[in-house]
């Protein structure tokens, strides 16, 4: 199954996706993550990220293409896969296609702009893995520590308010316009187009992984 989750920054992707990684045994692409770990390592495609995550603004879609390609070719995609933060725009999109990827389900989770900003600012993750908690709505059981390796938990550096407001508005203009793409492709090859389905984003994790969870086994 290959499953493409879209949504704002902070709509809940990734802690979504952890756990449809679990139920459905295919591994989470998450771009971002990727990223911050090539940041991380000095690789020279971090060196050229670096600055544009920090400022909330998108990395060029040639290198983003040829790093998803790469990372699906891997043996651990041959059941399928989940794509979180990718793609994030309308030339992202096209290289799936014109790549011949059957896409089977694109979701966008769907959460209002003045909830994002509060959400990002008690988010905290564990780098390693990608795992998220927030502060209040998903308290890791030790503050402070990662449940799993009981790590320390950090916050990203693009959860600054006004780092928010720029991915906000960067979103808006570039990667929500695949909404209509998605559904302009179903509308034309209804069946052989990806599934699109939106989900609202607001409530708890639970009730909104419940949802997802019905729109994955149909
Ligand atoms: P990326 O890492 O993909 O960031 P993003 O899309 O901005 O999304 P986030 O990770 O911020 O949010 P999320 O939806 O995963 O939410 P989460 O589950 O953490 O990208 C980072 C940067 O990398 C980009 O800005 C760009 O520069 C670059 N990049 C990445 N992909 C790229 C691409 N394809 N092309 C070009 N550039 C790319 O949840 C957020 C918080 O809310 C957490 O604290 C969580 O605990 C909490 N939460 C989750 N669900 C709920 C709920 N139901 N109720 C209350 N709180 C909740
Ligand atoms: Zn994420």
Known sequence: MKVILLGAPGAGKGTQAKMIMD??????????????AAVKAGTPLGVQAKDIMAAGGLVPD???IALVKERISADDCVKGFLFDGFPRTIPQAQALLDAGI????VIEIDVADEEI????SGRRVHEASGRVYHIEHNPPQTPGLDDETGEELVQREDDKEETVRKRLSVYHEQTKPL???????EAQKPGEAPKFTRVAGVGSVDSIRTQLFEVLAD
Do not use: A, E, N
Not at 23 to 36: A, C, E, H, N, V
Not at 102 to 105: N, Q
Not at 117 to 120: A, D, E, Q
């Open 23 to 36: 139920k459905f045994g295919i591994p989470q692409i998450s771009t971002g993550d990727m990223l911050r």
């Open 62 to 64: 040639d290198l983003i």
């Open 102 to 105: 059957d896409i089977d389900h």
């Open 117 to 120: 900003v509060s959400r990002l």
């Open 179 to 185: 909404v209509d793409f998605y559904q302009q492709l």
